[in-house]
């Protein structure tokens, strides 16, 4: 089972939206709905582990932070993002880091 981080992405929303759809038209079962949700948590934690090499660093002030389940949480307060010649200001971010490496992914 892959993390199932990336169903509130834009794309995730779509998918789930889309699948709804065929759902009440009865076109798919709900639980090909699932299969289908499930291979898309598998295909994007693969892509995103295998195919992004862009780095980016930032800098900001950490307001809060939490472990629970193998899962960090952070809160930051006036962050910069940085990458090469780009930077972005922002107010506040907040960052989900799982376990890429987990036997289950």
């Known amino acids: 089972m892959a ?5 509130n992405t ?21 639980q090909l709905a699932l299969q289908v949700l499930l291979q898309f948590d ?6 995103l582990a295998n195919r992004v090499r ?28 940085r990458e090469v010649t780009d930077l972005v200001k922002v107010d506040k971010v907040k960052i989900v880091a799982c376990d890429g490496k987990s036997e289950w992914n």
């Open 42 to 47: 598998k295909a994007i934690n693969t892509a």
């Open 3 to 7: 993390y199932q981080l990336y169903r």
């Open 54 to 81: 862009n780095r980016v660093n930032f800098r900001g002030s950490l307001n809060t932070y939490r472990f629970c389940d193998n899962v960090w949480t952070f809160v930051l307060n006036d962050v910069e993002f």
């Open 10 to 30: 834009t794309l995730g929303n779509s998918l789930q939206e889309s699948l709804d759809e065929l759902i009440q038209t009865q076109q798919i079962t709900p």
